[in-house]
Nanobody, 123 residues
Framework: QVQLQESGGGSVQSGGSLKLSCAASGDSTNCMGWFRQAPGKEREAIASIDNKDRTTYAASVQGRFTISRDNAKNTLSLQMNSLKADDTAMYYC???????????????????WGQGTQVTVSS
């Protein structure tokens, strides 16, 4: 089991930056990632990182967002720069593992989820 808690969301103007953090507890996992879901849209994977720090990004955030993890502190981060109105969504931290809510994305089965943190970008 893995417990995840996001923080760092908020409101920002277009072109601004935010950094999301995710505190993890419980079992260690290989893959961790960030997903987002905008109203009326499906949840989408935007960035993932494995325990060798290999990263994968969705095309929509490539070059603007940076995912990182600190295994000693059990934290996952997402630095978001050059934010756009289209980035407005609920952002979720996720970790690999089996659960009734497992989702396959970026070569990992993500089964543990945080509660989400809202990011709103105004144009």
């Amino acid at each position: 089991q893995v417990q995840l808690q996001e923080s760092g969301g908020g409101s920002v103007q277009s072109g601004g930056s935010l950094k999301l953090s995710c505190a993890a507890s419980g079992d260690s996992t290989n893959c961790m990632g960030w997903f987002r879901q905008a109203p009326g849209k499906e949840r989408e994977a935007i960035a993932s990182i494995d325990n060798k720090d290999r990263t994968t990004y969705a095309a929509s955030v490539q070059g603007r967002f940076t995912i990182s993890r600190d295994n000693a502190k059990n934290t996952l981060s997402l630095q978001m720069n050059s934010l756009k109105a289209d980035d407005t969504a609920m952002y979720y931290c996720a970790a690999e593992g089996p659960s009734p809510a497992t989702m396959w994305a970026m070569m990992c089965y993500f089964g543990f989820w945080g509660q989400g943190t809202q990011v709103t970008v105004s144009s």
